[in-house]
């Protein structure tokens, strides 16, 4: 049977989206690499194009800061005109997760197991059911596509009736054929890989196993069909986070409530330690480190923890500051930008000073409330050209502005999907929206969807 997260989280999360959906509302880097290669299927988008820009992994760069800083046609201006371009037919729901486009194509995962291929400019129709190419039904798949190099990595459960982990890895072009199987797999533990997306850096490829490891192979893979990893890790809970590797560390949250830094290249062993910890005081469920100017920002379920991403000269490390809410859900991964920190709490986004506040604990500067019904916001969040986005589990997603002049802003825009859950976090590039989630409408094995948002000419 598939592996499912925390239950008793699901349940939190489902609970949230029905019990509020009845509520109405209060008052009011590392650079993507441009590409030459677009699709000729249609185009809307009011401004052109002449230097399209790749989202290659979950969180768009290596320090997975949310941030695209390369969007020029998006605008808080026109945000409010978007509108529904086209959705693609996948298989079941996605459920985390979040498309990478790369080349003219968009990759992304739904819970039946399979990744999809499409181009990113759609087929010329409002509803695409031809992909480029899929994979073989890999058992479960909840984490990110990260594309690198010619390759496509995403991790999986083994089969649906297995709980072992693998990391698959296929071409980018596919194998010719409407089906494909991994070109390898990385052997993951005894237990699914979730939400952990993979990481690839110097030459190898990260990925968490919810067996608490963290795995490091060959990202060129290893001569056979199946590899084992260079080395392994083991924190003290399950690893449900993706791995940020920066300056030649690799950091990765725990559901024991810490933040484990090591050592990219290994330690000389097929077992390594920590460099250091960072207790975070609760679980890390599917969040992400957050890099920015030397900091690395961690969610957890009660807070938002600043620590020195060079640690603090100990085994073990206090956060510099941390978020002074603690009674509260916090959901999803930070998103950096300009001096702020954005990060989903329950129903809406709390944004933080990057530096902190000069204390131990810091309030939020100002609240992104999001209008209408109200239900969890498990999306992390992404900020490009002065907009931010986020899905919410009222088959929506938001926009809201990234400057706020008052304690509470609300939202710009929303965008309906037709699925409560929208967990999958929103991929901004070249004046359009992409995001996974499903449509209720249809037989729950062909429900998954990919959406995509834009300007039109109309």
């Known amino acids: 049977m598939p592996v499912t997260m925390h239950p008793m989280l699901r349940i939190w999360f489902l609970l949230t989206a029905l019990v509020l959906a009845a509520c109405q509302s209060g008052p009011g880097l590392g650079p993507a690499v441009p590409t030459a290669a677009r699709s000729t299927a249609a185009r809307s988008a009011v401004v052109p194009l002449s230097r399209p820009v790749n989202w290659p992994q979950f969180r768009f760069d290596d320090p997975r800061t949310g941030v695209n800083p390369l969007e020029t046609v998006l605008t808080r201006k026109n ?83 297995s709980n072992a982990g693998k990391l698959d890895v296929f071409s980018t072009g596919g194998c010719g054929q409407s089906e494909c199987a991994p070109l390898w797999q990385g052997l993951v533990g005894t237990k699914s890989v979730l939400e952990s997306s993979p990481a690839v850096a110097g030459g190898r490829v990260f990925i968490g196993g919810f067996d608490g490891k963290l795995y490091a192979f060959k990202a060129t893979g290893c001569g056979s069909s199946t590899c084992l990893p260079e080395w392994t890790a083991t924190t003290g809970g399950s690893i449900e986070s993706t791995p940020t590797v920066i300056k030649g560390v690799v950091y990765v949250g725990s559901d024991d409530g810490n933040l484990y830094a090591f050592k990219a290249k290994g330690c000389n062993a097929s077992s390594c330690t920590p460099l250091w910890t960072g207790s975070l005081g609760s679980a890390a469920f599917a969040s992400s480190p957050a890099i920015a100017n030397g900091i690395v920002y961690m969610v957890s379920q009660h807070a938002l923890s ?66 209408g019904r109200q239900a969890a916001i498990i999306s992390s969040p992404t900020i ?30 929303s965008g309906a999907t037709n699925d409560s859950i929208v967990s999958s976090s929103p991929a901004v590039v070249n004046g359009k929206v992409y995001i996974g989630s499903a449509d209720d409408s249809f037989p729950s094995n062909i429900a998954g969807r990919l959406y995509v948002f834009g300007l039109t000419n109309r």
């Open 384 to 413: 490009a050209n002065g907009v931010v986005y986020a899905g919410r589990n009222t088959s929506e997603v938001l926009a809201w502005s990234e400057s706020c002049k008052s304690n509470q802003c609300t939202n710009i825009w």
């Open 79 to 161: 945000v409010p005109r978007l509108q529904l371009l086209w959705a693609a037919e996948l298989g079941a729901l996605v459920d985390y997760s979040s498309p990478a486009i790369v080349n003219g194509v968009v990759y992304i995962a739904s819970t039946d197991g399979r990744l999809w291929a499409y181009p990113s400019d759609g087929c010329g129709t409002s509803l695409c059911t031809s992909p480029l190419w899929t994979s073989q039904s890999l058992g479960q798949i909840l984490d990110s596509p990260t594309v690198a190099k010619g390759f496509v990595y995403i991790g999986s459960q083994t089969s649906p009736s």
């Open 306 to 371: 600043a620590f020195k991403a060079g640690g603090c000269g100990s085994s073990t490390c206090a956060p510099l500051w941390q978020s002074s809410n603690s009674s509260d859900f916090f959901n999803g991964s930070a998103a950096v930008h300009k001096g702020r920190v954005f990060v989903p709490v329950e129903d809406g986004l709390d944004v933080y000073p990057a530096k902190g506040c000069g204390k131990a604990t810091c309030a939020p500067l100002w609240d992104d409330f999001g209008s």
